[in-house]
């Protein structure tokens, strides 16, 4: 099966410039993920979607981030304005986890290597 | 809440070398567990996972891992290290009640010795 795309790869901008990533999940993966991976640091949930619907977005600093799953299938994720504390490197996963059935590892995606400036 | 703590942010071995990699829980109901490999410029690859199931799970790339439940502790273990298996290690732990949400540790960088 063809993994998690995600795009861009890498992105460099000014601070208060605005950014948007995207993600493309498995087919049939009914959970997505955004998750924040600073370096030096394991990666940090941002945001969890079941289809098209928020599960978890505690961690999203949404003053600046946004993020939305239409239809279901593929999600972005937006900072609106990037501050320099964004750079990191920004990882989608999916997963065919449906309501409480948390016995499957994700797939991930590569991720997109934000750096601003 | 449920957190893992990952002891040694950089492990070094040498070639052949068993790898042992750390990895402690905690969580207020019954964990699974997961390893993840992240190779330069990648994203996560699972490892291996603990869902309850045997204790000693075997993963992908000759390693393994043992859930013990009294140490509260999930060690990565490989008998003999790969130059290729160069690559930072992280741990992972959530739970089967209500939406899974995974929560990682730090990671590990292990460094594989000629």
């Known amino acids: 099966e063809a993994g998690v795309a995600q795009s861009p790869r890498y992105k460099i901008i000014e601070k208060r410039q605005s950014v948007a990533f995207w993600c493309n999940p498995i087919?049939?993966?009914?959970?997505l993920y955004w998750y924040q991976q600073i370096l030096g640091q394991g990666p940090k949930l941002l945001i969890q979607f079941q289809n098209n619907g928020v599960v978890d977005d505690s961690q999203l600093p949404k003053d600046r981030f946004s993020a939305e799953r239409l239809k279901g299938v593929d999600s972005t994720l937006k900072i609106q304005p990037a501050k320099l504390e964004d750079s990191a490197v920004y990882l989608c996963a999916s997963s065919r986890i449906l309501g409480t059935r948390a016995n499957y590892g994700y797939t991930f995606g590569s991720g997109t290597r934000l750096t601003v400036v | 809440a449920q957190s893992v703590t990952q002891l040694g942010s950089h492990v070094s071995v040498s070639e052949g070398a068993l790898v042992l990699l750390r990895c402690n829980y905690s969580s207020s109901v019954p964990p699974y567990l997961f390893w993840y490999v992240q190779y330069p410029n990648q994203g996560l690859q699972l490892l291996l996972k603990?869902?309850?199931?045997?204790?000693l799970v075997k993963g992908i790339n000759g390693f393994e891992a043992e859930f013990k439940k009294s140490e509260t502790s999930f060690h990565l273990t490989k008998p003999s290290a790969h130059m290729s298996d160069a690559a930072e290690y992280f741990c992972?732990?959530?739970?089967?009640?209500?939406?899974?949400?995974?929560?990682f540790g730090i990671g590990t960088k292990l460094q594989v010795i000629p």
């Open positions: 992972a732990v959530t739970h089967s009640g209500g939406y899974q949400k995974v929560t």
């Open positions: 087919s049939g993966h009914a959970t």
């Open positions: 603990y869902t309850s199931a045997a204790t």
